[in-house]
């Protein structure tokens, strides 16, 4: 510190600092003007470091989880799109995924006695392309995967539901692409008569498909639970893009342990 000294006799009145020099004092320090702040170019080496580090360990997890916000939401418009459209056909036509016969594959043409699934949802949705498997768009993965895909069957006993998986795969062979890019399909030659619970005792023969939220863009994902369990159970932290569904008369609904883990979980 700099300092200045009185001489013998001397009084001093340090206006600047607002303060009298105390008898019998020698000195006033002075504060060093040249003081250094900053950091060490090691410290924002190292502080770069770590950030890089804690990003590269965090990134892919909220990455995942934005996706599958997405995928949930889509989902959902998917299902709340298609049971819309049953609905009003309901109201214009009279008719419902009950009254449905056989399609022909790849096509929303009528059957040869009434409407076919692809012709209701042709008249009362934007359908932008109707195709087969093969003129579907998907590569061989992602076919395999769809053609793949299982429904289950749940029963609730005691307040605990129990899904089985079906035995036989959907194996759609109608793929039908909205303009919001949305993707659903089924079998042509099954999509008939698509009932349940009906008052009249007709037995039940609800019909199966596949939705995938987001057409042939990837990850072209079946959903699955995040461990190896079914029913109430069943945890999905990542939802993906594709999802069996059941439709019968006026309605849509997930098909498996983790597509309803998914539309109906937190």
């Known amino acids: 510190m700099k300092g200045y000294f009185k001489k013998k006799g001397e009084k001093i009145m340090t206006k600047r600092f607002g303060f009298t020099l105390a008898e019998g004092a020698t000195h006033v320090a002075m504060p060093n003007s040249k003081l250094n ?35 949930k939401a889509a989902y959902k418009k998917a299902l709340s799109a298609i049971g819309q459209a049953i609905t009003l056909n309901v109201a214009l036509d009279g008719a ?34 109707a195709a087969t498997a093969a003129e579907s768009g998907y590569d ?4 395999t995967k769809i053609a793949a895909v299982k429904s289950e069957t749940c029963t609730t ?13 959907i194996a759609p062979d109608t793929f039908l692409f909205f303009n919001d890019g949305i993707m659903f399909s089924y079998k042509a030659a099954d999509a008939k008569g698509c009932i349940k619970d009906d008052a009249s005792g007709v037995p039940d023969a609800p019909c199966y498909g ?57």
């Not at 419902?96 to 009528?110: E, I, L, M, Q, Y």
């Not at 061989?140 to 076919?143: F, R, Y």
């Not at 006993?157 to 795969?169: I, P």
Request: hydrophobic share 35%; aromatic share 6%.
């Open 37 to 71: 702040f900053g950091f060490t170019l090691a410290e924002v080496l190292i502080t770069l470091g770590i950030i890089g580090v804690v990003a590269a360990m965090t990134m892919p997890t909220l990455m995942n989880q934005t996706n599958g916000a997405q995928y």
């Open 96 to 129: 419902n995924f009950a009254d449905t016969v056989a399609g022909t594959t790849g096509k929303t043409d009528k059957g040869t006695d009434g409407d076919s699934v692809g012709s209701i949802l042709n008249s009362r949705m934007n359908i932008v392309k």
């Open 140 to 143: 061989e993965a992602a076919k």
């Open 157 to 169: 006993t005691e307040g605990k539901e129990t899904c089985t998986e079906a035995t036989n795969a």
């Open 210 to 266: 596949v939705i995938d939220v987001n057409g042939t863009k990837g990850p072209n994902k079946v959903v699955a639970c995040d461990k190896d369990t079914s029913g109430q159970t069943c945890k999905v932290s990542n939802p993906t893009d594709i999802y069996p569904v059941v439709f019968y008369n006026q309605t849509v609904l997930p098909a498996s342990s983790a597509a309803k883990a998914v539309l109906y979980g937190k």
